[in-house]
């Protein structure tokens, strides 16, 4: 245990520092502070003493200057149990001080405003804090640092069993400390490289907090865990809420949840996706989100047992009725996780009453969004041994270059149905191809190695549906059999993005089989 006599309070985010302060004063710890935390403190009838009378040097450059001062930072440094650091101390008049409160000014939220300069960005990089901060950390052994005022409660808790703090705990905030200076520094080392070296930096820093260890990672042999990136705020796998389910969410649950509300973000109207392993299995629009889904599973039933379903609209009972009912006939539903923008209590309740598996369910609650919710700074990325890929995310409108090749003009539901089958063959693994309806799925095939194959797992997975649908594909065609492929099955019109080589083939026997072909004019794979 380390006991504490003096402290230091120098805080920018200034939440509940009045009543934290007010309570060590209560228990006679002396108080140390700075420039507008000592001014509030003194407004709230808290006793402190101004760091410039420790030192006997002023606060000065604009405040600018404020701790960096042999008798602030020798005072944390000092080793207790040393007898020379000790006898310096007392030589130099220097007080021990055995708590250090500080917050660092508010540089990132500044820096993200569109109207910040770069000159009051690099103002707000704050330096004494940051010091204080390392100072009091690198001595943890006998010096609390508290850098969060979400800690105040719990520092308190232990003061005030004999003013003093043990040494788990002063091992934990220092820990905390140091991740704070670093997360800080590589703030500011990302603004200035962004404003110097562009969009992909010399070096990339990247911040993640732990959320959860998993079950496992992507086979039971791999231990795993789940991390939040801390600069994304947009309603998205990442930042939900699980507000039910018996079992904690899996690595393999995440990355199908993921793709799940990726894509029925991209819709506007009320839509519905099931994800399994990766890709959609099904994925329609309706008149509301219960009708979307019924949709959606009506494209590949089997598929969508164990799936992962999301919705883009709030649900209530009456919807989560339809959702957990047993289809006339048919496979029983089962889902692993079931995500939307909000939950009714009793749709909840109704959901986990499901016979057999609604108990097992995870329910996310993404909350709502709006579609510019996308965060557009952030980066995709994927590991490899050796190397992380980086790359823009793909948040591209999936269709705005589009162009008709063909002689034959496609009709205005078909046009419906290609824009919405390339969305969702944007979100599929690749190779990928869809085939859609204006409202619905009917056939996937994703993932495989020739788009052939894939051509004719989708044909296979639609049958008679296939017949009036359209095709979408997430890259050109090598080859004019997919053509012939989809025409012999009954579909009327195909999206592809076009670019290749031998894309006059594919028109060709588009033009001697009467398909309409556009192309998109932006590729989407995802591998």
């Not at 569109?114 to 990089?125: G, K, L, P, R």
């Not at 905030?173 to 704070?180: M, P």
């Not at 919807?319 to 939950?343: N, Q």
Request: aromatic share 6%.
């Amino acid at each position: 245990m380390a006991r504490v006599n003096r402290a230091l309070l120098s805080v920018a985010d200034k939440r509940g520092i009045a009543e934290f302060a007010a309570a060590l004063d209560a228990l006679d710890i002396e108080l140390i502070s700075t420039g507008g935390t000592a001014q509030l403190l003194r407004q709230k009838g808290v006793d402190v003493t101004d760091v410039a009378s420790l030192t006997g040097f002023p606060e000065i450059l604009d405040g600018r200057f404020k701790t960096l001062h042999p008798f602030v930072h020798c005072g944390l440094l000092a080793l207790r149990d040393s007898p020379d650091h000790v006898s310096a101390l007392e030589q130099h008049g220097i007080p021990a001080i055995d708590l250090v409160v500080v917050n660092l000014a508010p540089f990132e939220r500044v820096a993200a405003r569109a109207d910040c300069t770069v000159e009051e960005a690099i103002e707000t990089i704050d330096i004494g804090g940051a010091a204080l901060l390392r100072s009091g950390a690198k001595n943890h052994r006998f010096v609390g640092v508290v850098c969060d005022p979400d800690d105040y409660e719990r520092v308190l808790q232990e003061l005030r069993n004999g003013r003093e703090l043990s040494a788990s705990l002063r091992a934990e905030l220092g820990l905390k400390a140091f991740r704070t200076t670093s997360r800080y520094d590589r703030a500011v080392a990302a603004y200035l490289a962004s404003n110097i070296e562009g969009r992909f930096p010399a070096q990339l820093s990247l911040d993640f907090t732990r959320v959860q260890e998993l079950r496992y990672g992507e086979n039971p042999h791999q231990a795993a865990a789940f991390y939040r990136d801390t600069h994304v705020n947009e309603p998205s796998a990442g930042t939900a809420v699980v507000l039910g389910g018996a079992t904690a969410l899996s690595f393999n649950n995440l990355v199908d949840v993921d793709v799940a509300i990726e894509l029925v973000k991209e819709f506007e109207g009320d839509a519905a996706v099931l994800v399994a392993h990766g890709s959609p299995c099904g994925a329609a629009v309706g008149e509301s989100v219960a009708e979307a889904f019924e949709r959606a599973f009506a494209c590949d039933p089997r598929a969508a047992l164990g799936a992962t379903l999301a919705m883009n609209r709030r649900v209530d009972a009456a919807t989560a009725e339809r959702l957990v009912a047993p289809p006339p006939g048919g496979e029983p539903k089962a889902l692993e996780v079931i995500a939307a923008p909000d939950f009714e209590e009793r749709a909840l309740e109704i959901i986990a009453d499901a016979p057999t598996w609604g108990s097992r369910a995870r329910v996310l609650r993404t909350g709502a969004w709006a579609g510019d919710s996308y965060e557009g700074r952030a980066y995709d990325l994927k590991r490899i041994v050796g190397g992380l890929l980086v790359q823009d995310r793909d948040v591209q409108p999936a269709d705005d270059a589009s162009h008709v090749v063909t002689d034959r003009q496609p009709t205005d539901d078909e046009w419906r149905a290609l824009r919405f089958g390339y969305l969702c063959a944007k979100h599929a693994r690749s190779n990928a191809v869809m085939i859609a309806t204006g409202k619905a799925l009917v056939g996937v095939g994703a993932g495989q190695m020739s788009r052939a194959d894939a051509a004719a797992l989708a044909i296979q997975k639609a049958g008679d549906q296939a017949r009036g649908a359209v095709v979408a594909s997430d890259g050109y065609f090598l080859f004019p059999d997919v053509v012939a492929a989809v025409a012999n099955a009954g579909c009327t019109a195909i999206c592809h993005p076009g670019g290749g080589a031998r894309d006059q083939l594919a028109i060709d026997q588009a033009n001697e089989l009467g398909l309409a072909m556009v192309f998109a004019g932006r590729r989407h794979f995802r591998h």
